[in-house]
């Protein structure tokens, strides 16, 4: 007579055994990128009221109906966030979402001669890539994301045990090909970021070491750019 295995995959399964509950940090940390998300696509400018804007009323027909239309409209006008705002929403947004799923990156190596011509035929830019391992952030590898409404390279290096996202793409306003303007630093979700624009490319870094680190970073990409 056959006997059934005492503790098969299949029982595991079904008594719960493998279960792991995730931390509530996570958890919340999925729920507020989904309310940052929401508020970003869907603006309300009906979130003040009348009253509370100090706007007198005015009757008179015409006069009354010329003044809502202008205050409709200034309200609209001053709802809408800073394009470069939803850019960096989307980098962050785009960082979050490699760390929390497995796929942190395309092609694993720390060889620039071997991530650069990973990208070929898959965009149709050539992004730099440099490893400035000699100042201590070391090429890893790369990816493929989508940001701001195209596909995107972006190369992954590490800090210590911080892993550092740049995302590289062209410059679609032309303004900066043959100058680098200054580093812009800033930080959002815990997370430092930088950017910059140089030779026609647009830079943006992302990662949680703190933000002196990754301003020294970098600082090591642009000139290895230089090189």
Known sequence: METKPNSSLADKLRDGSLYERA????RAQVQARLKAETARKNPSPWNWSWRMAGLPFVGGGIAGIALCSAVFMTLLWTQQ??????LQQEIVSSHVRALM??????VLSSDQHTVKPWFNGRIDYAPPVVDPQAQGFPLVGGRLDYVDHRPVAVMIYRYQKHPIDLYVFPDDHGKTASISTPL???SDDGYSL????QDGMTYWAISDASPVY???FADAIRAGTRQ
Do not use: F, N
């Open 81 to 86: 966030p800073p394009r470069g705002g939803d």
């Open 194 to 197: 930088v950017e910059w624009h």
């Open 214 to 216: 990754i301003k020294r």
């Open 184 to 186: 812009i630093t800033q």
């Open 101 to 106: 799923s497995a796929r942190t990156m395309d």
């Open 23 to 26: 931390p509530a940090s996570l």
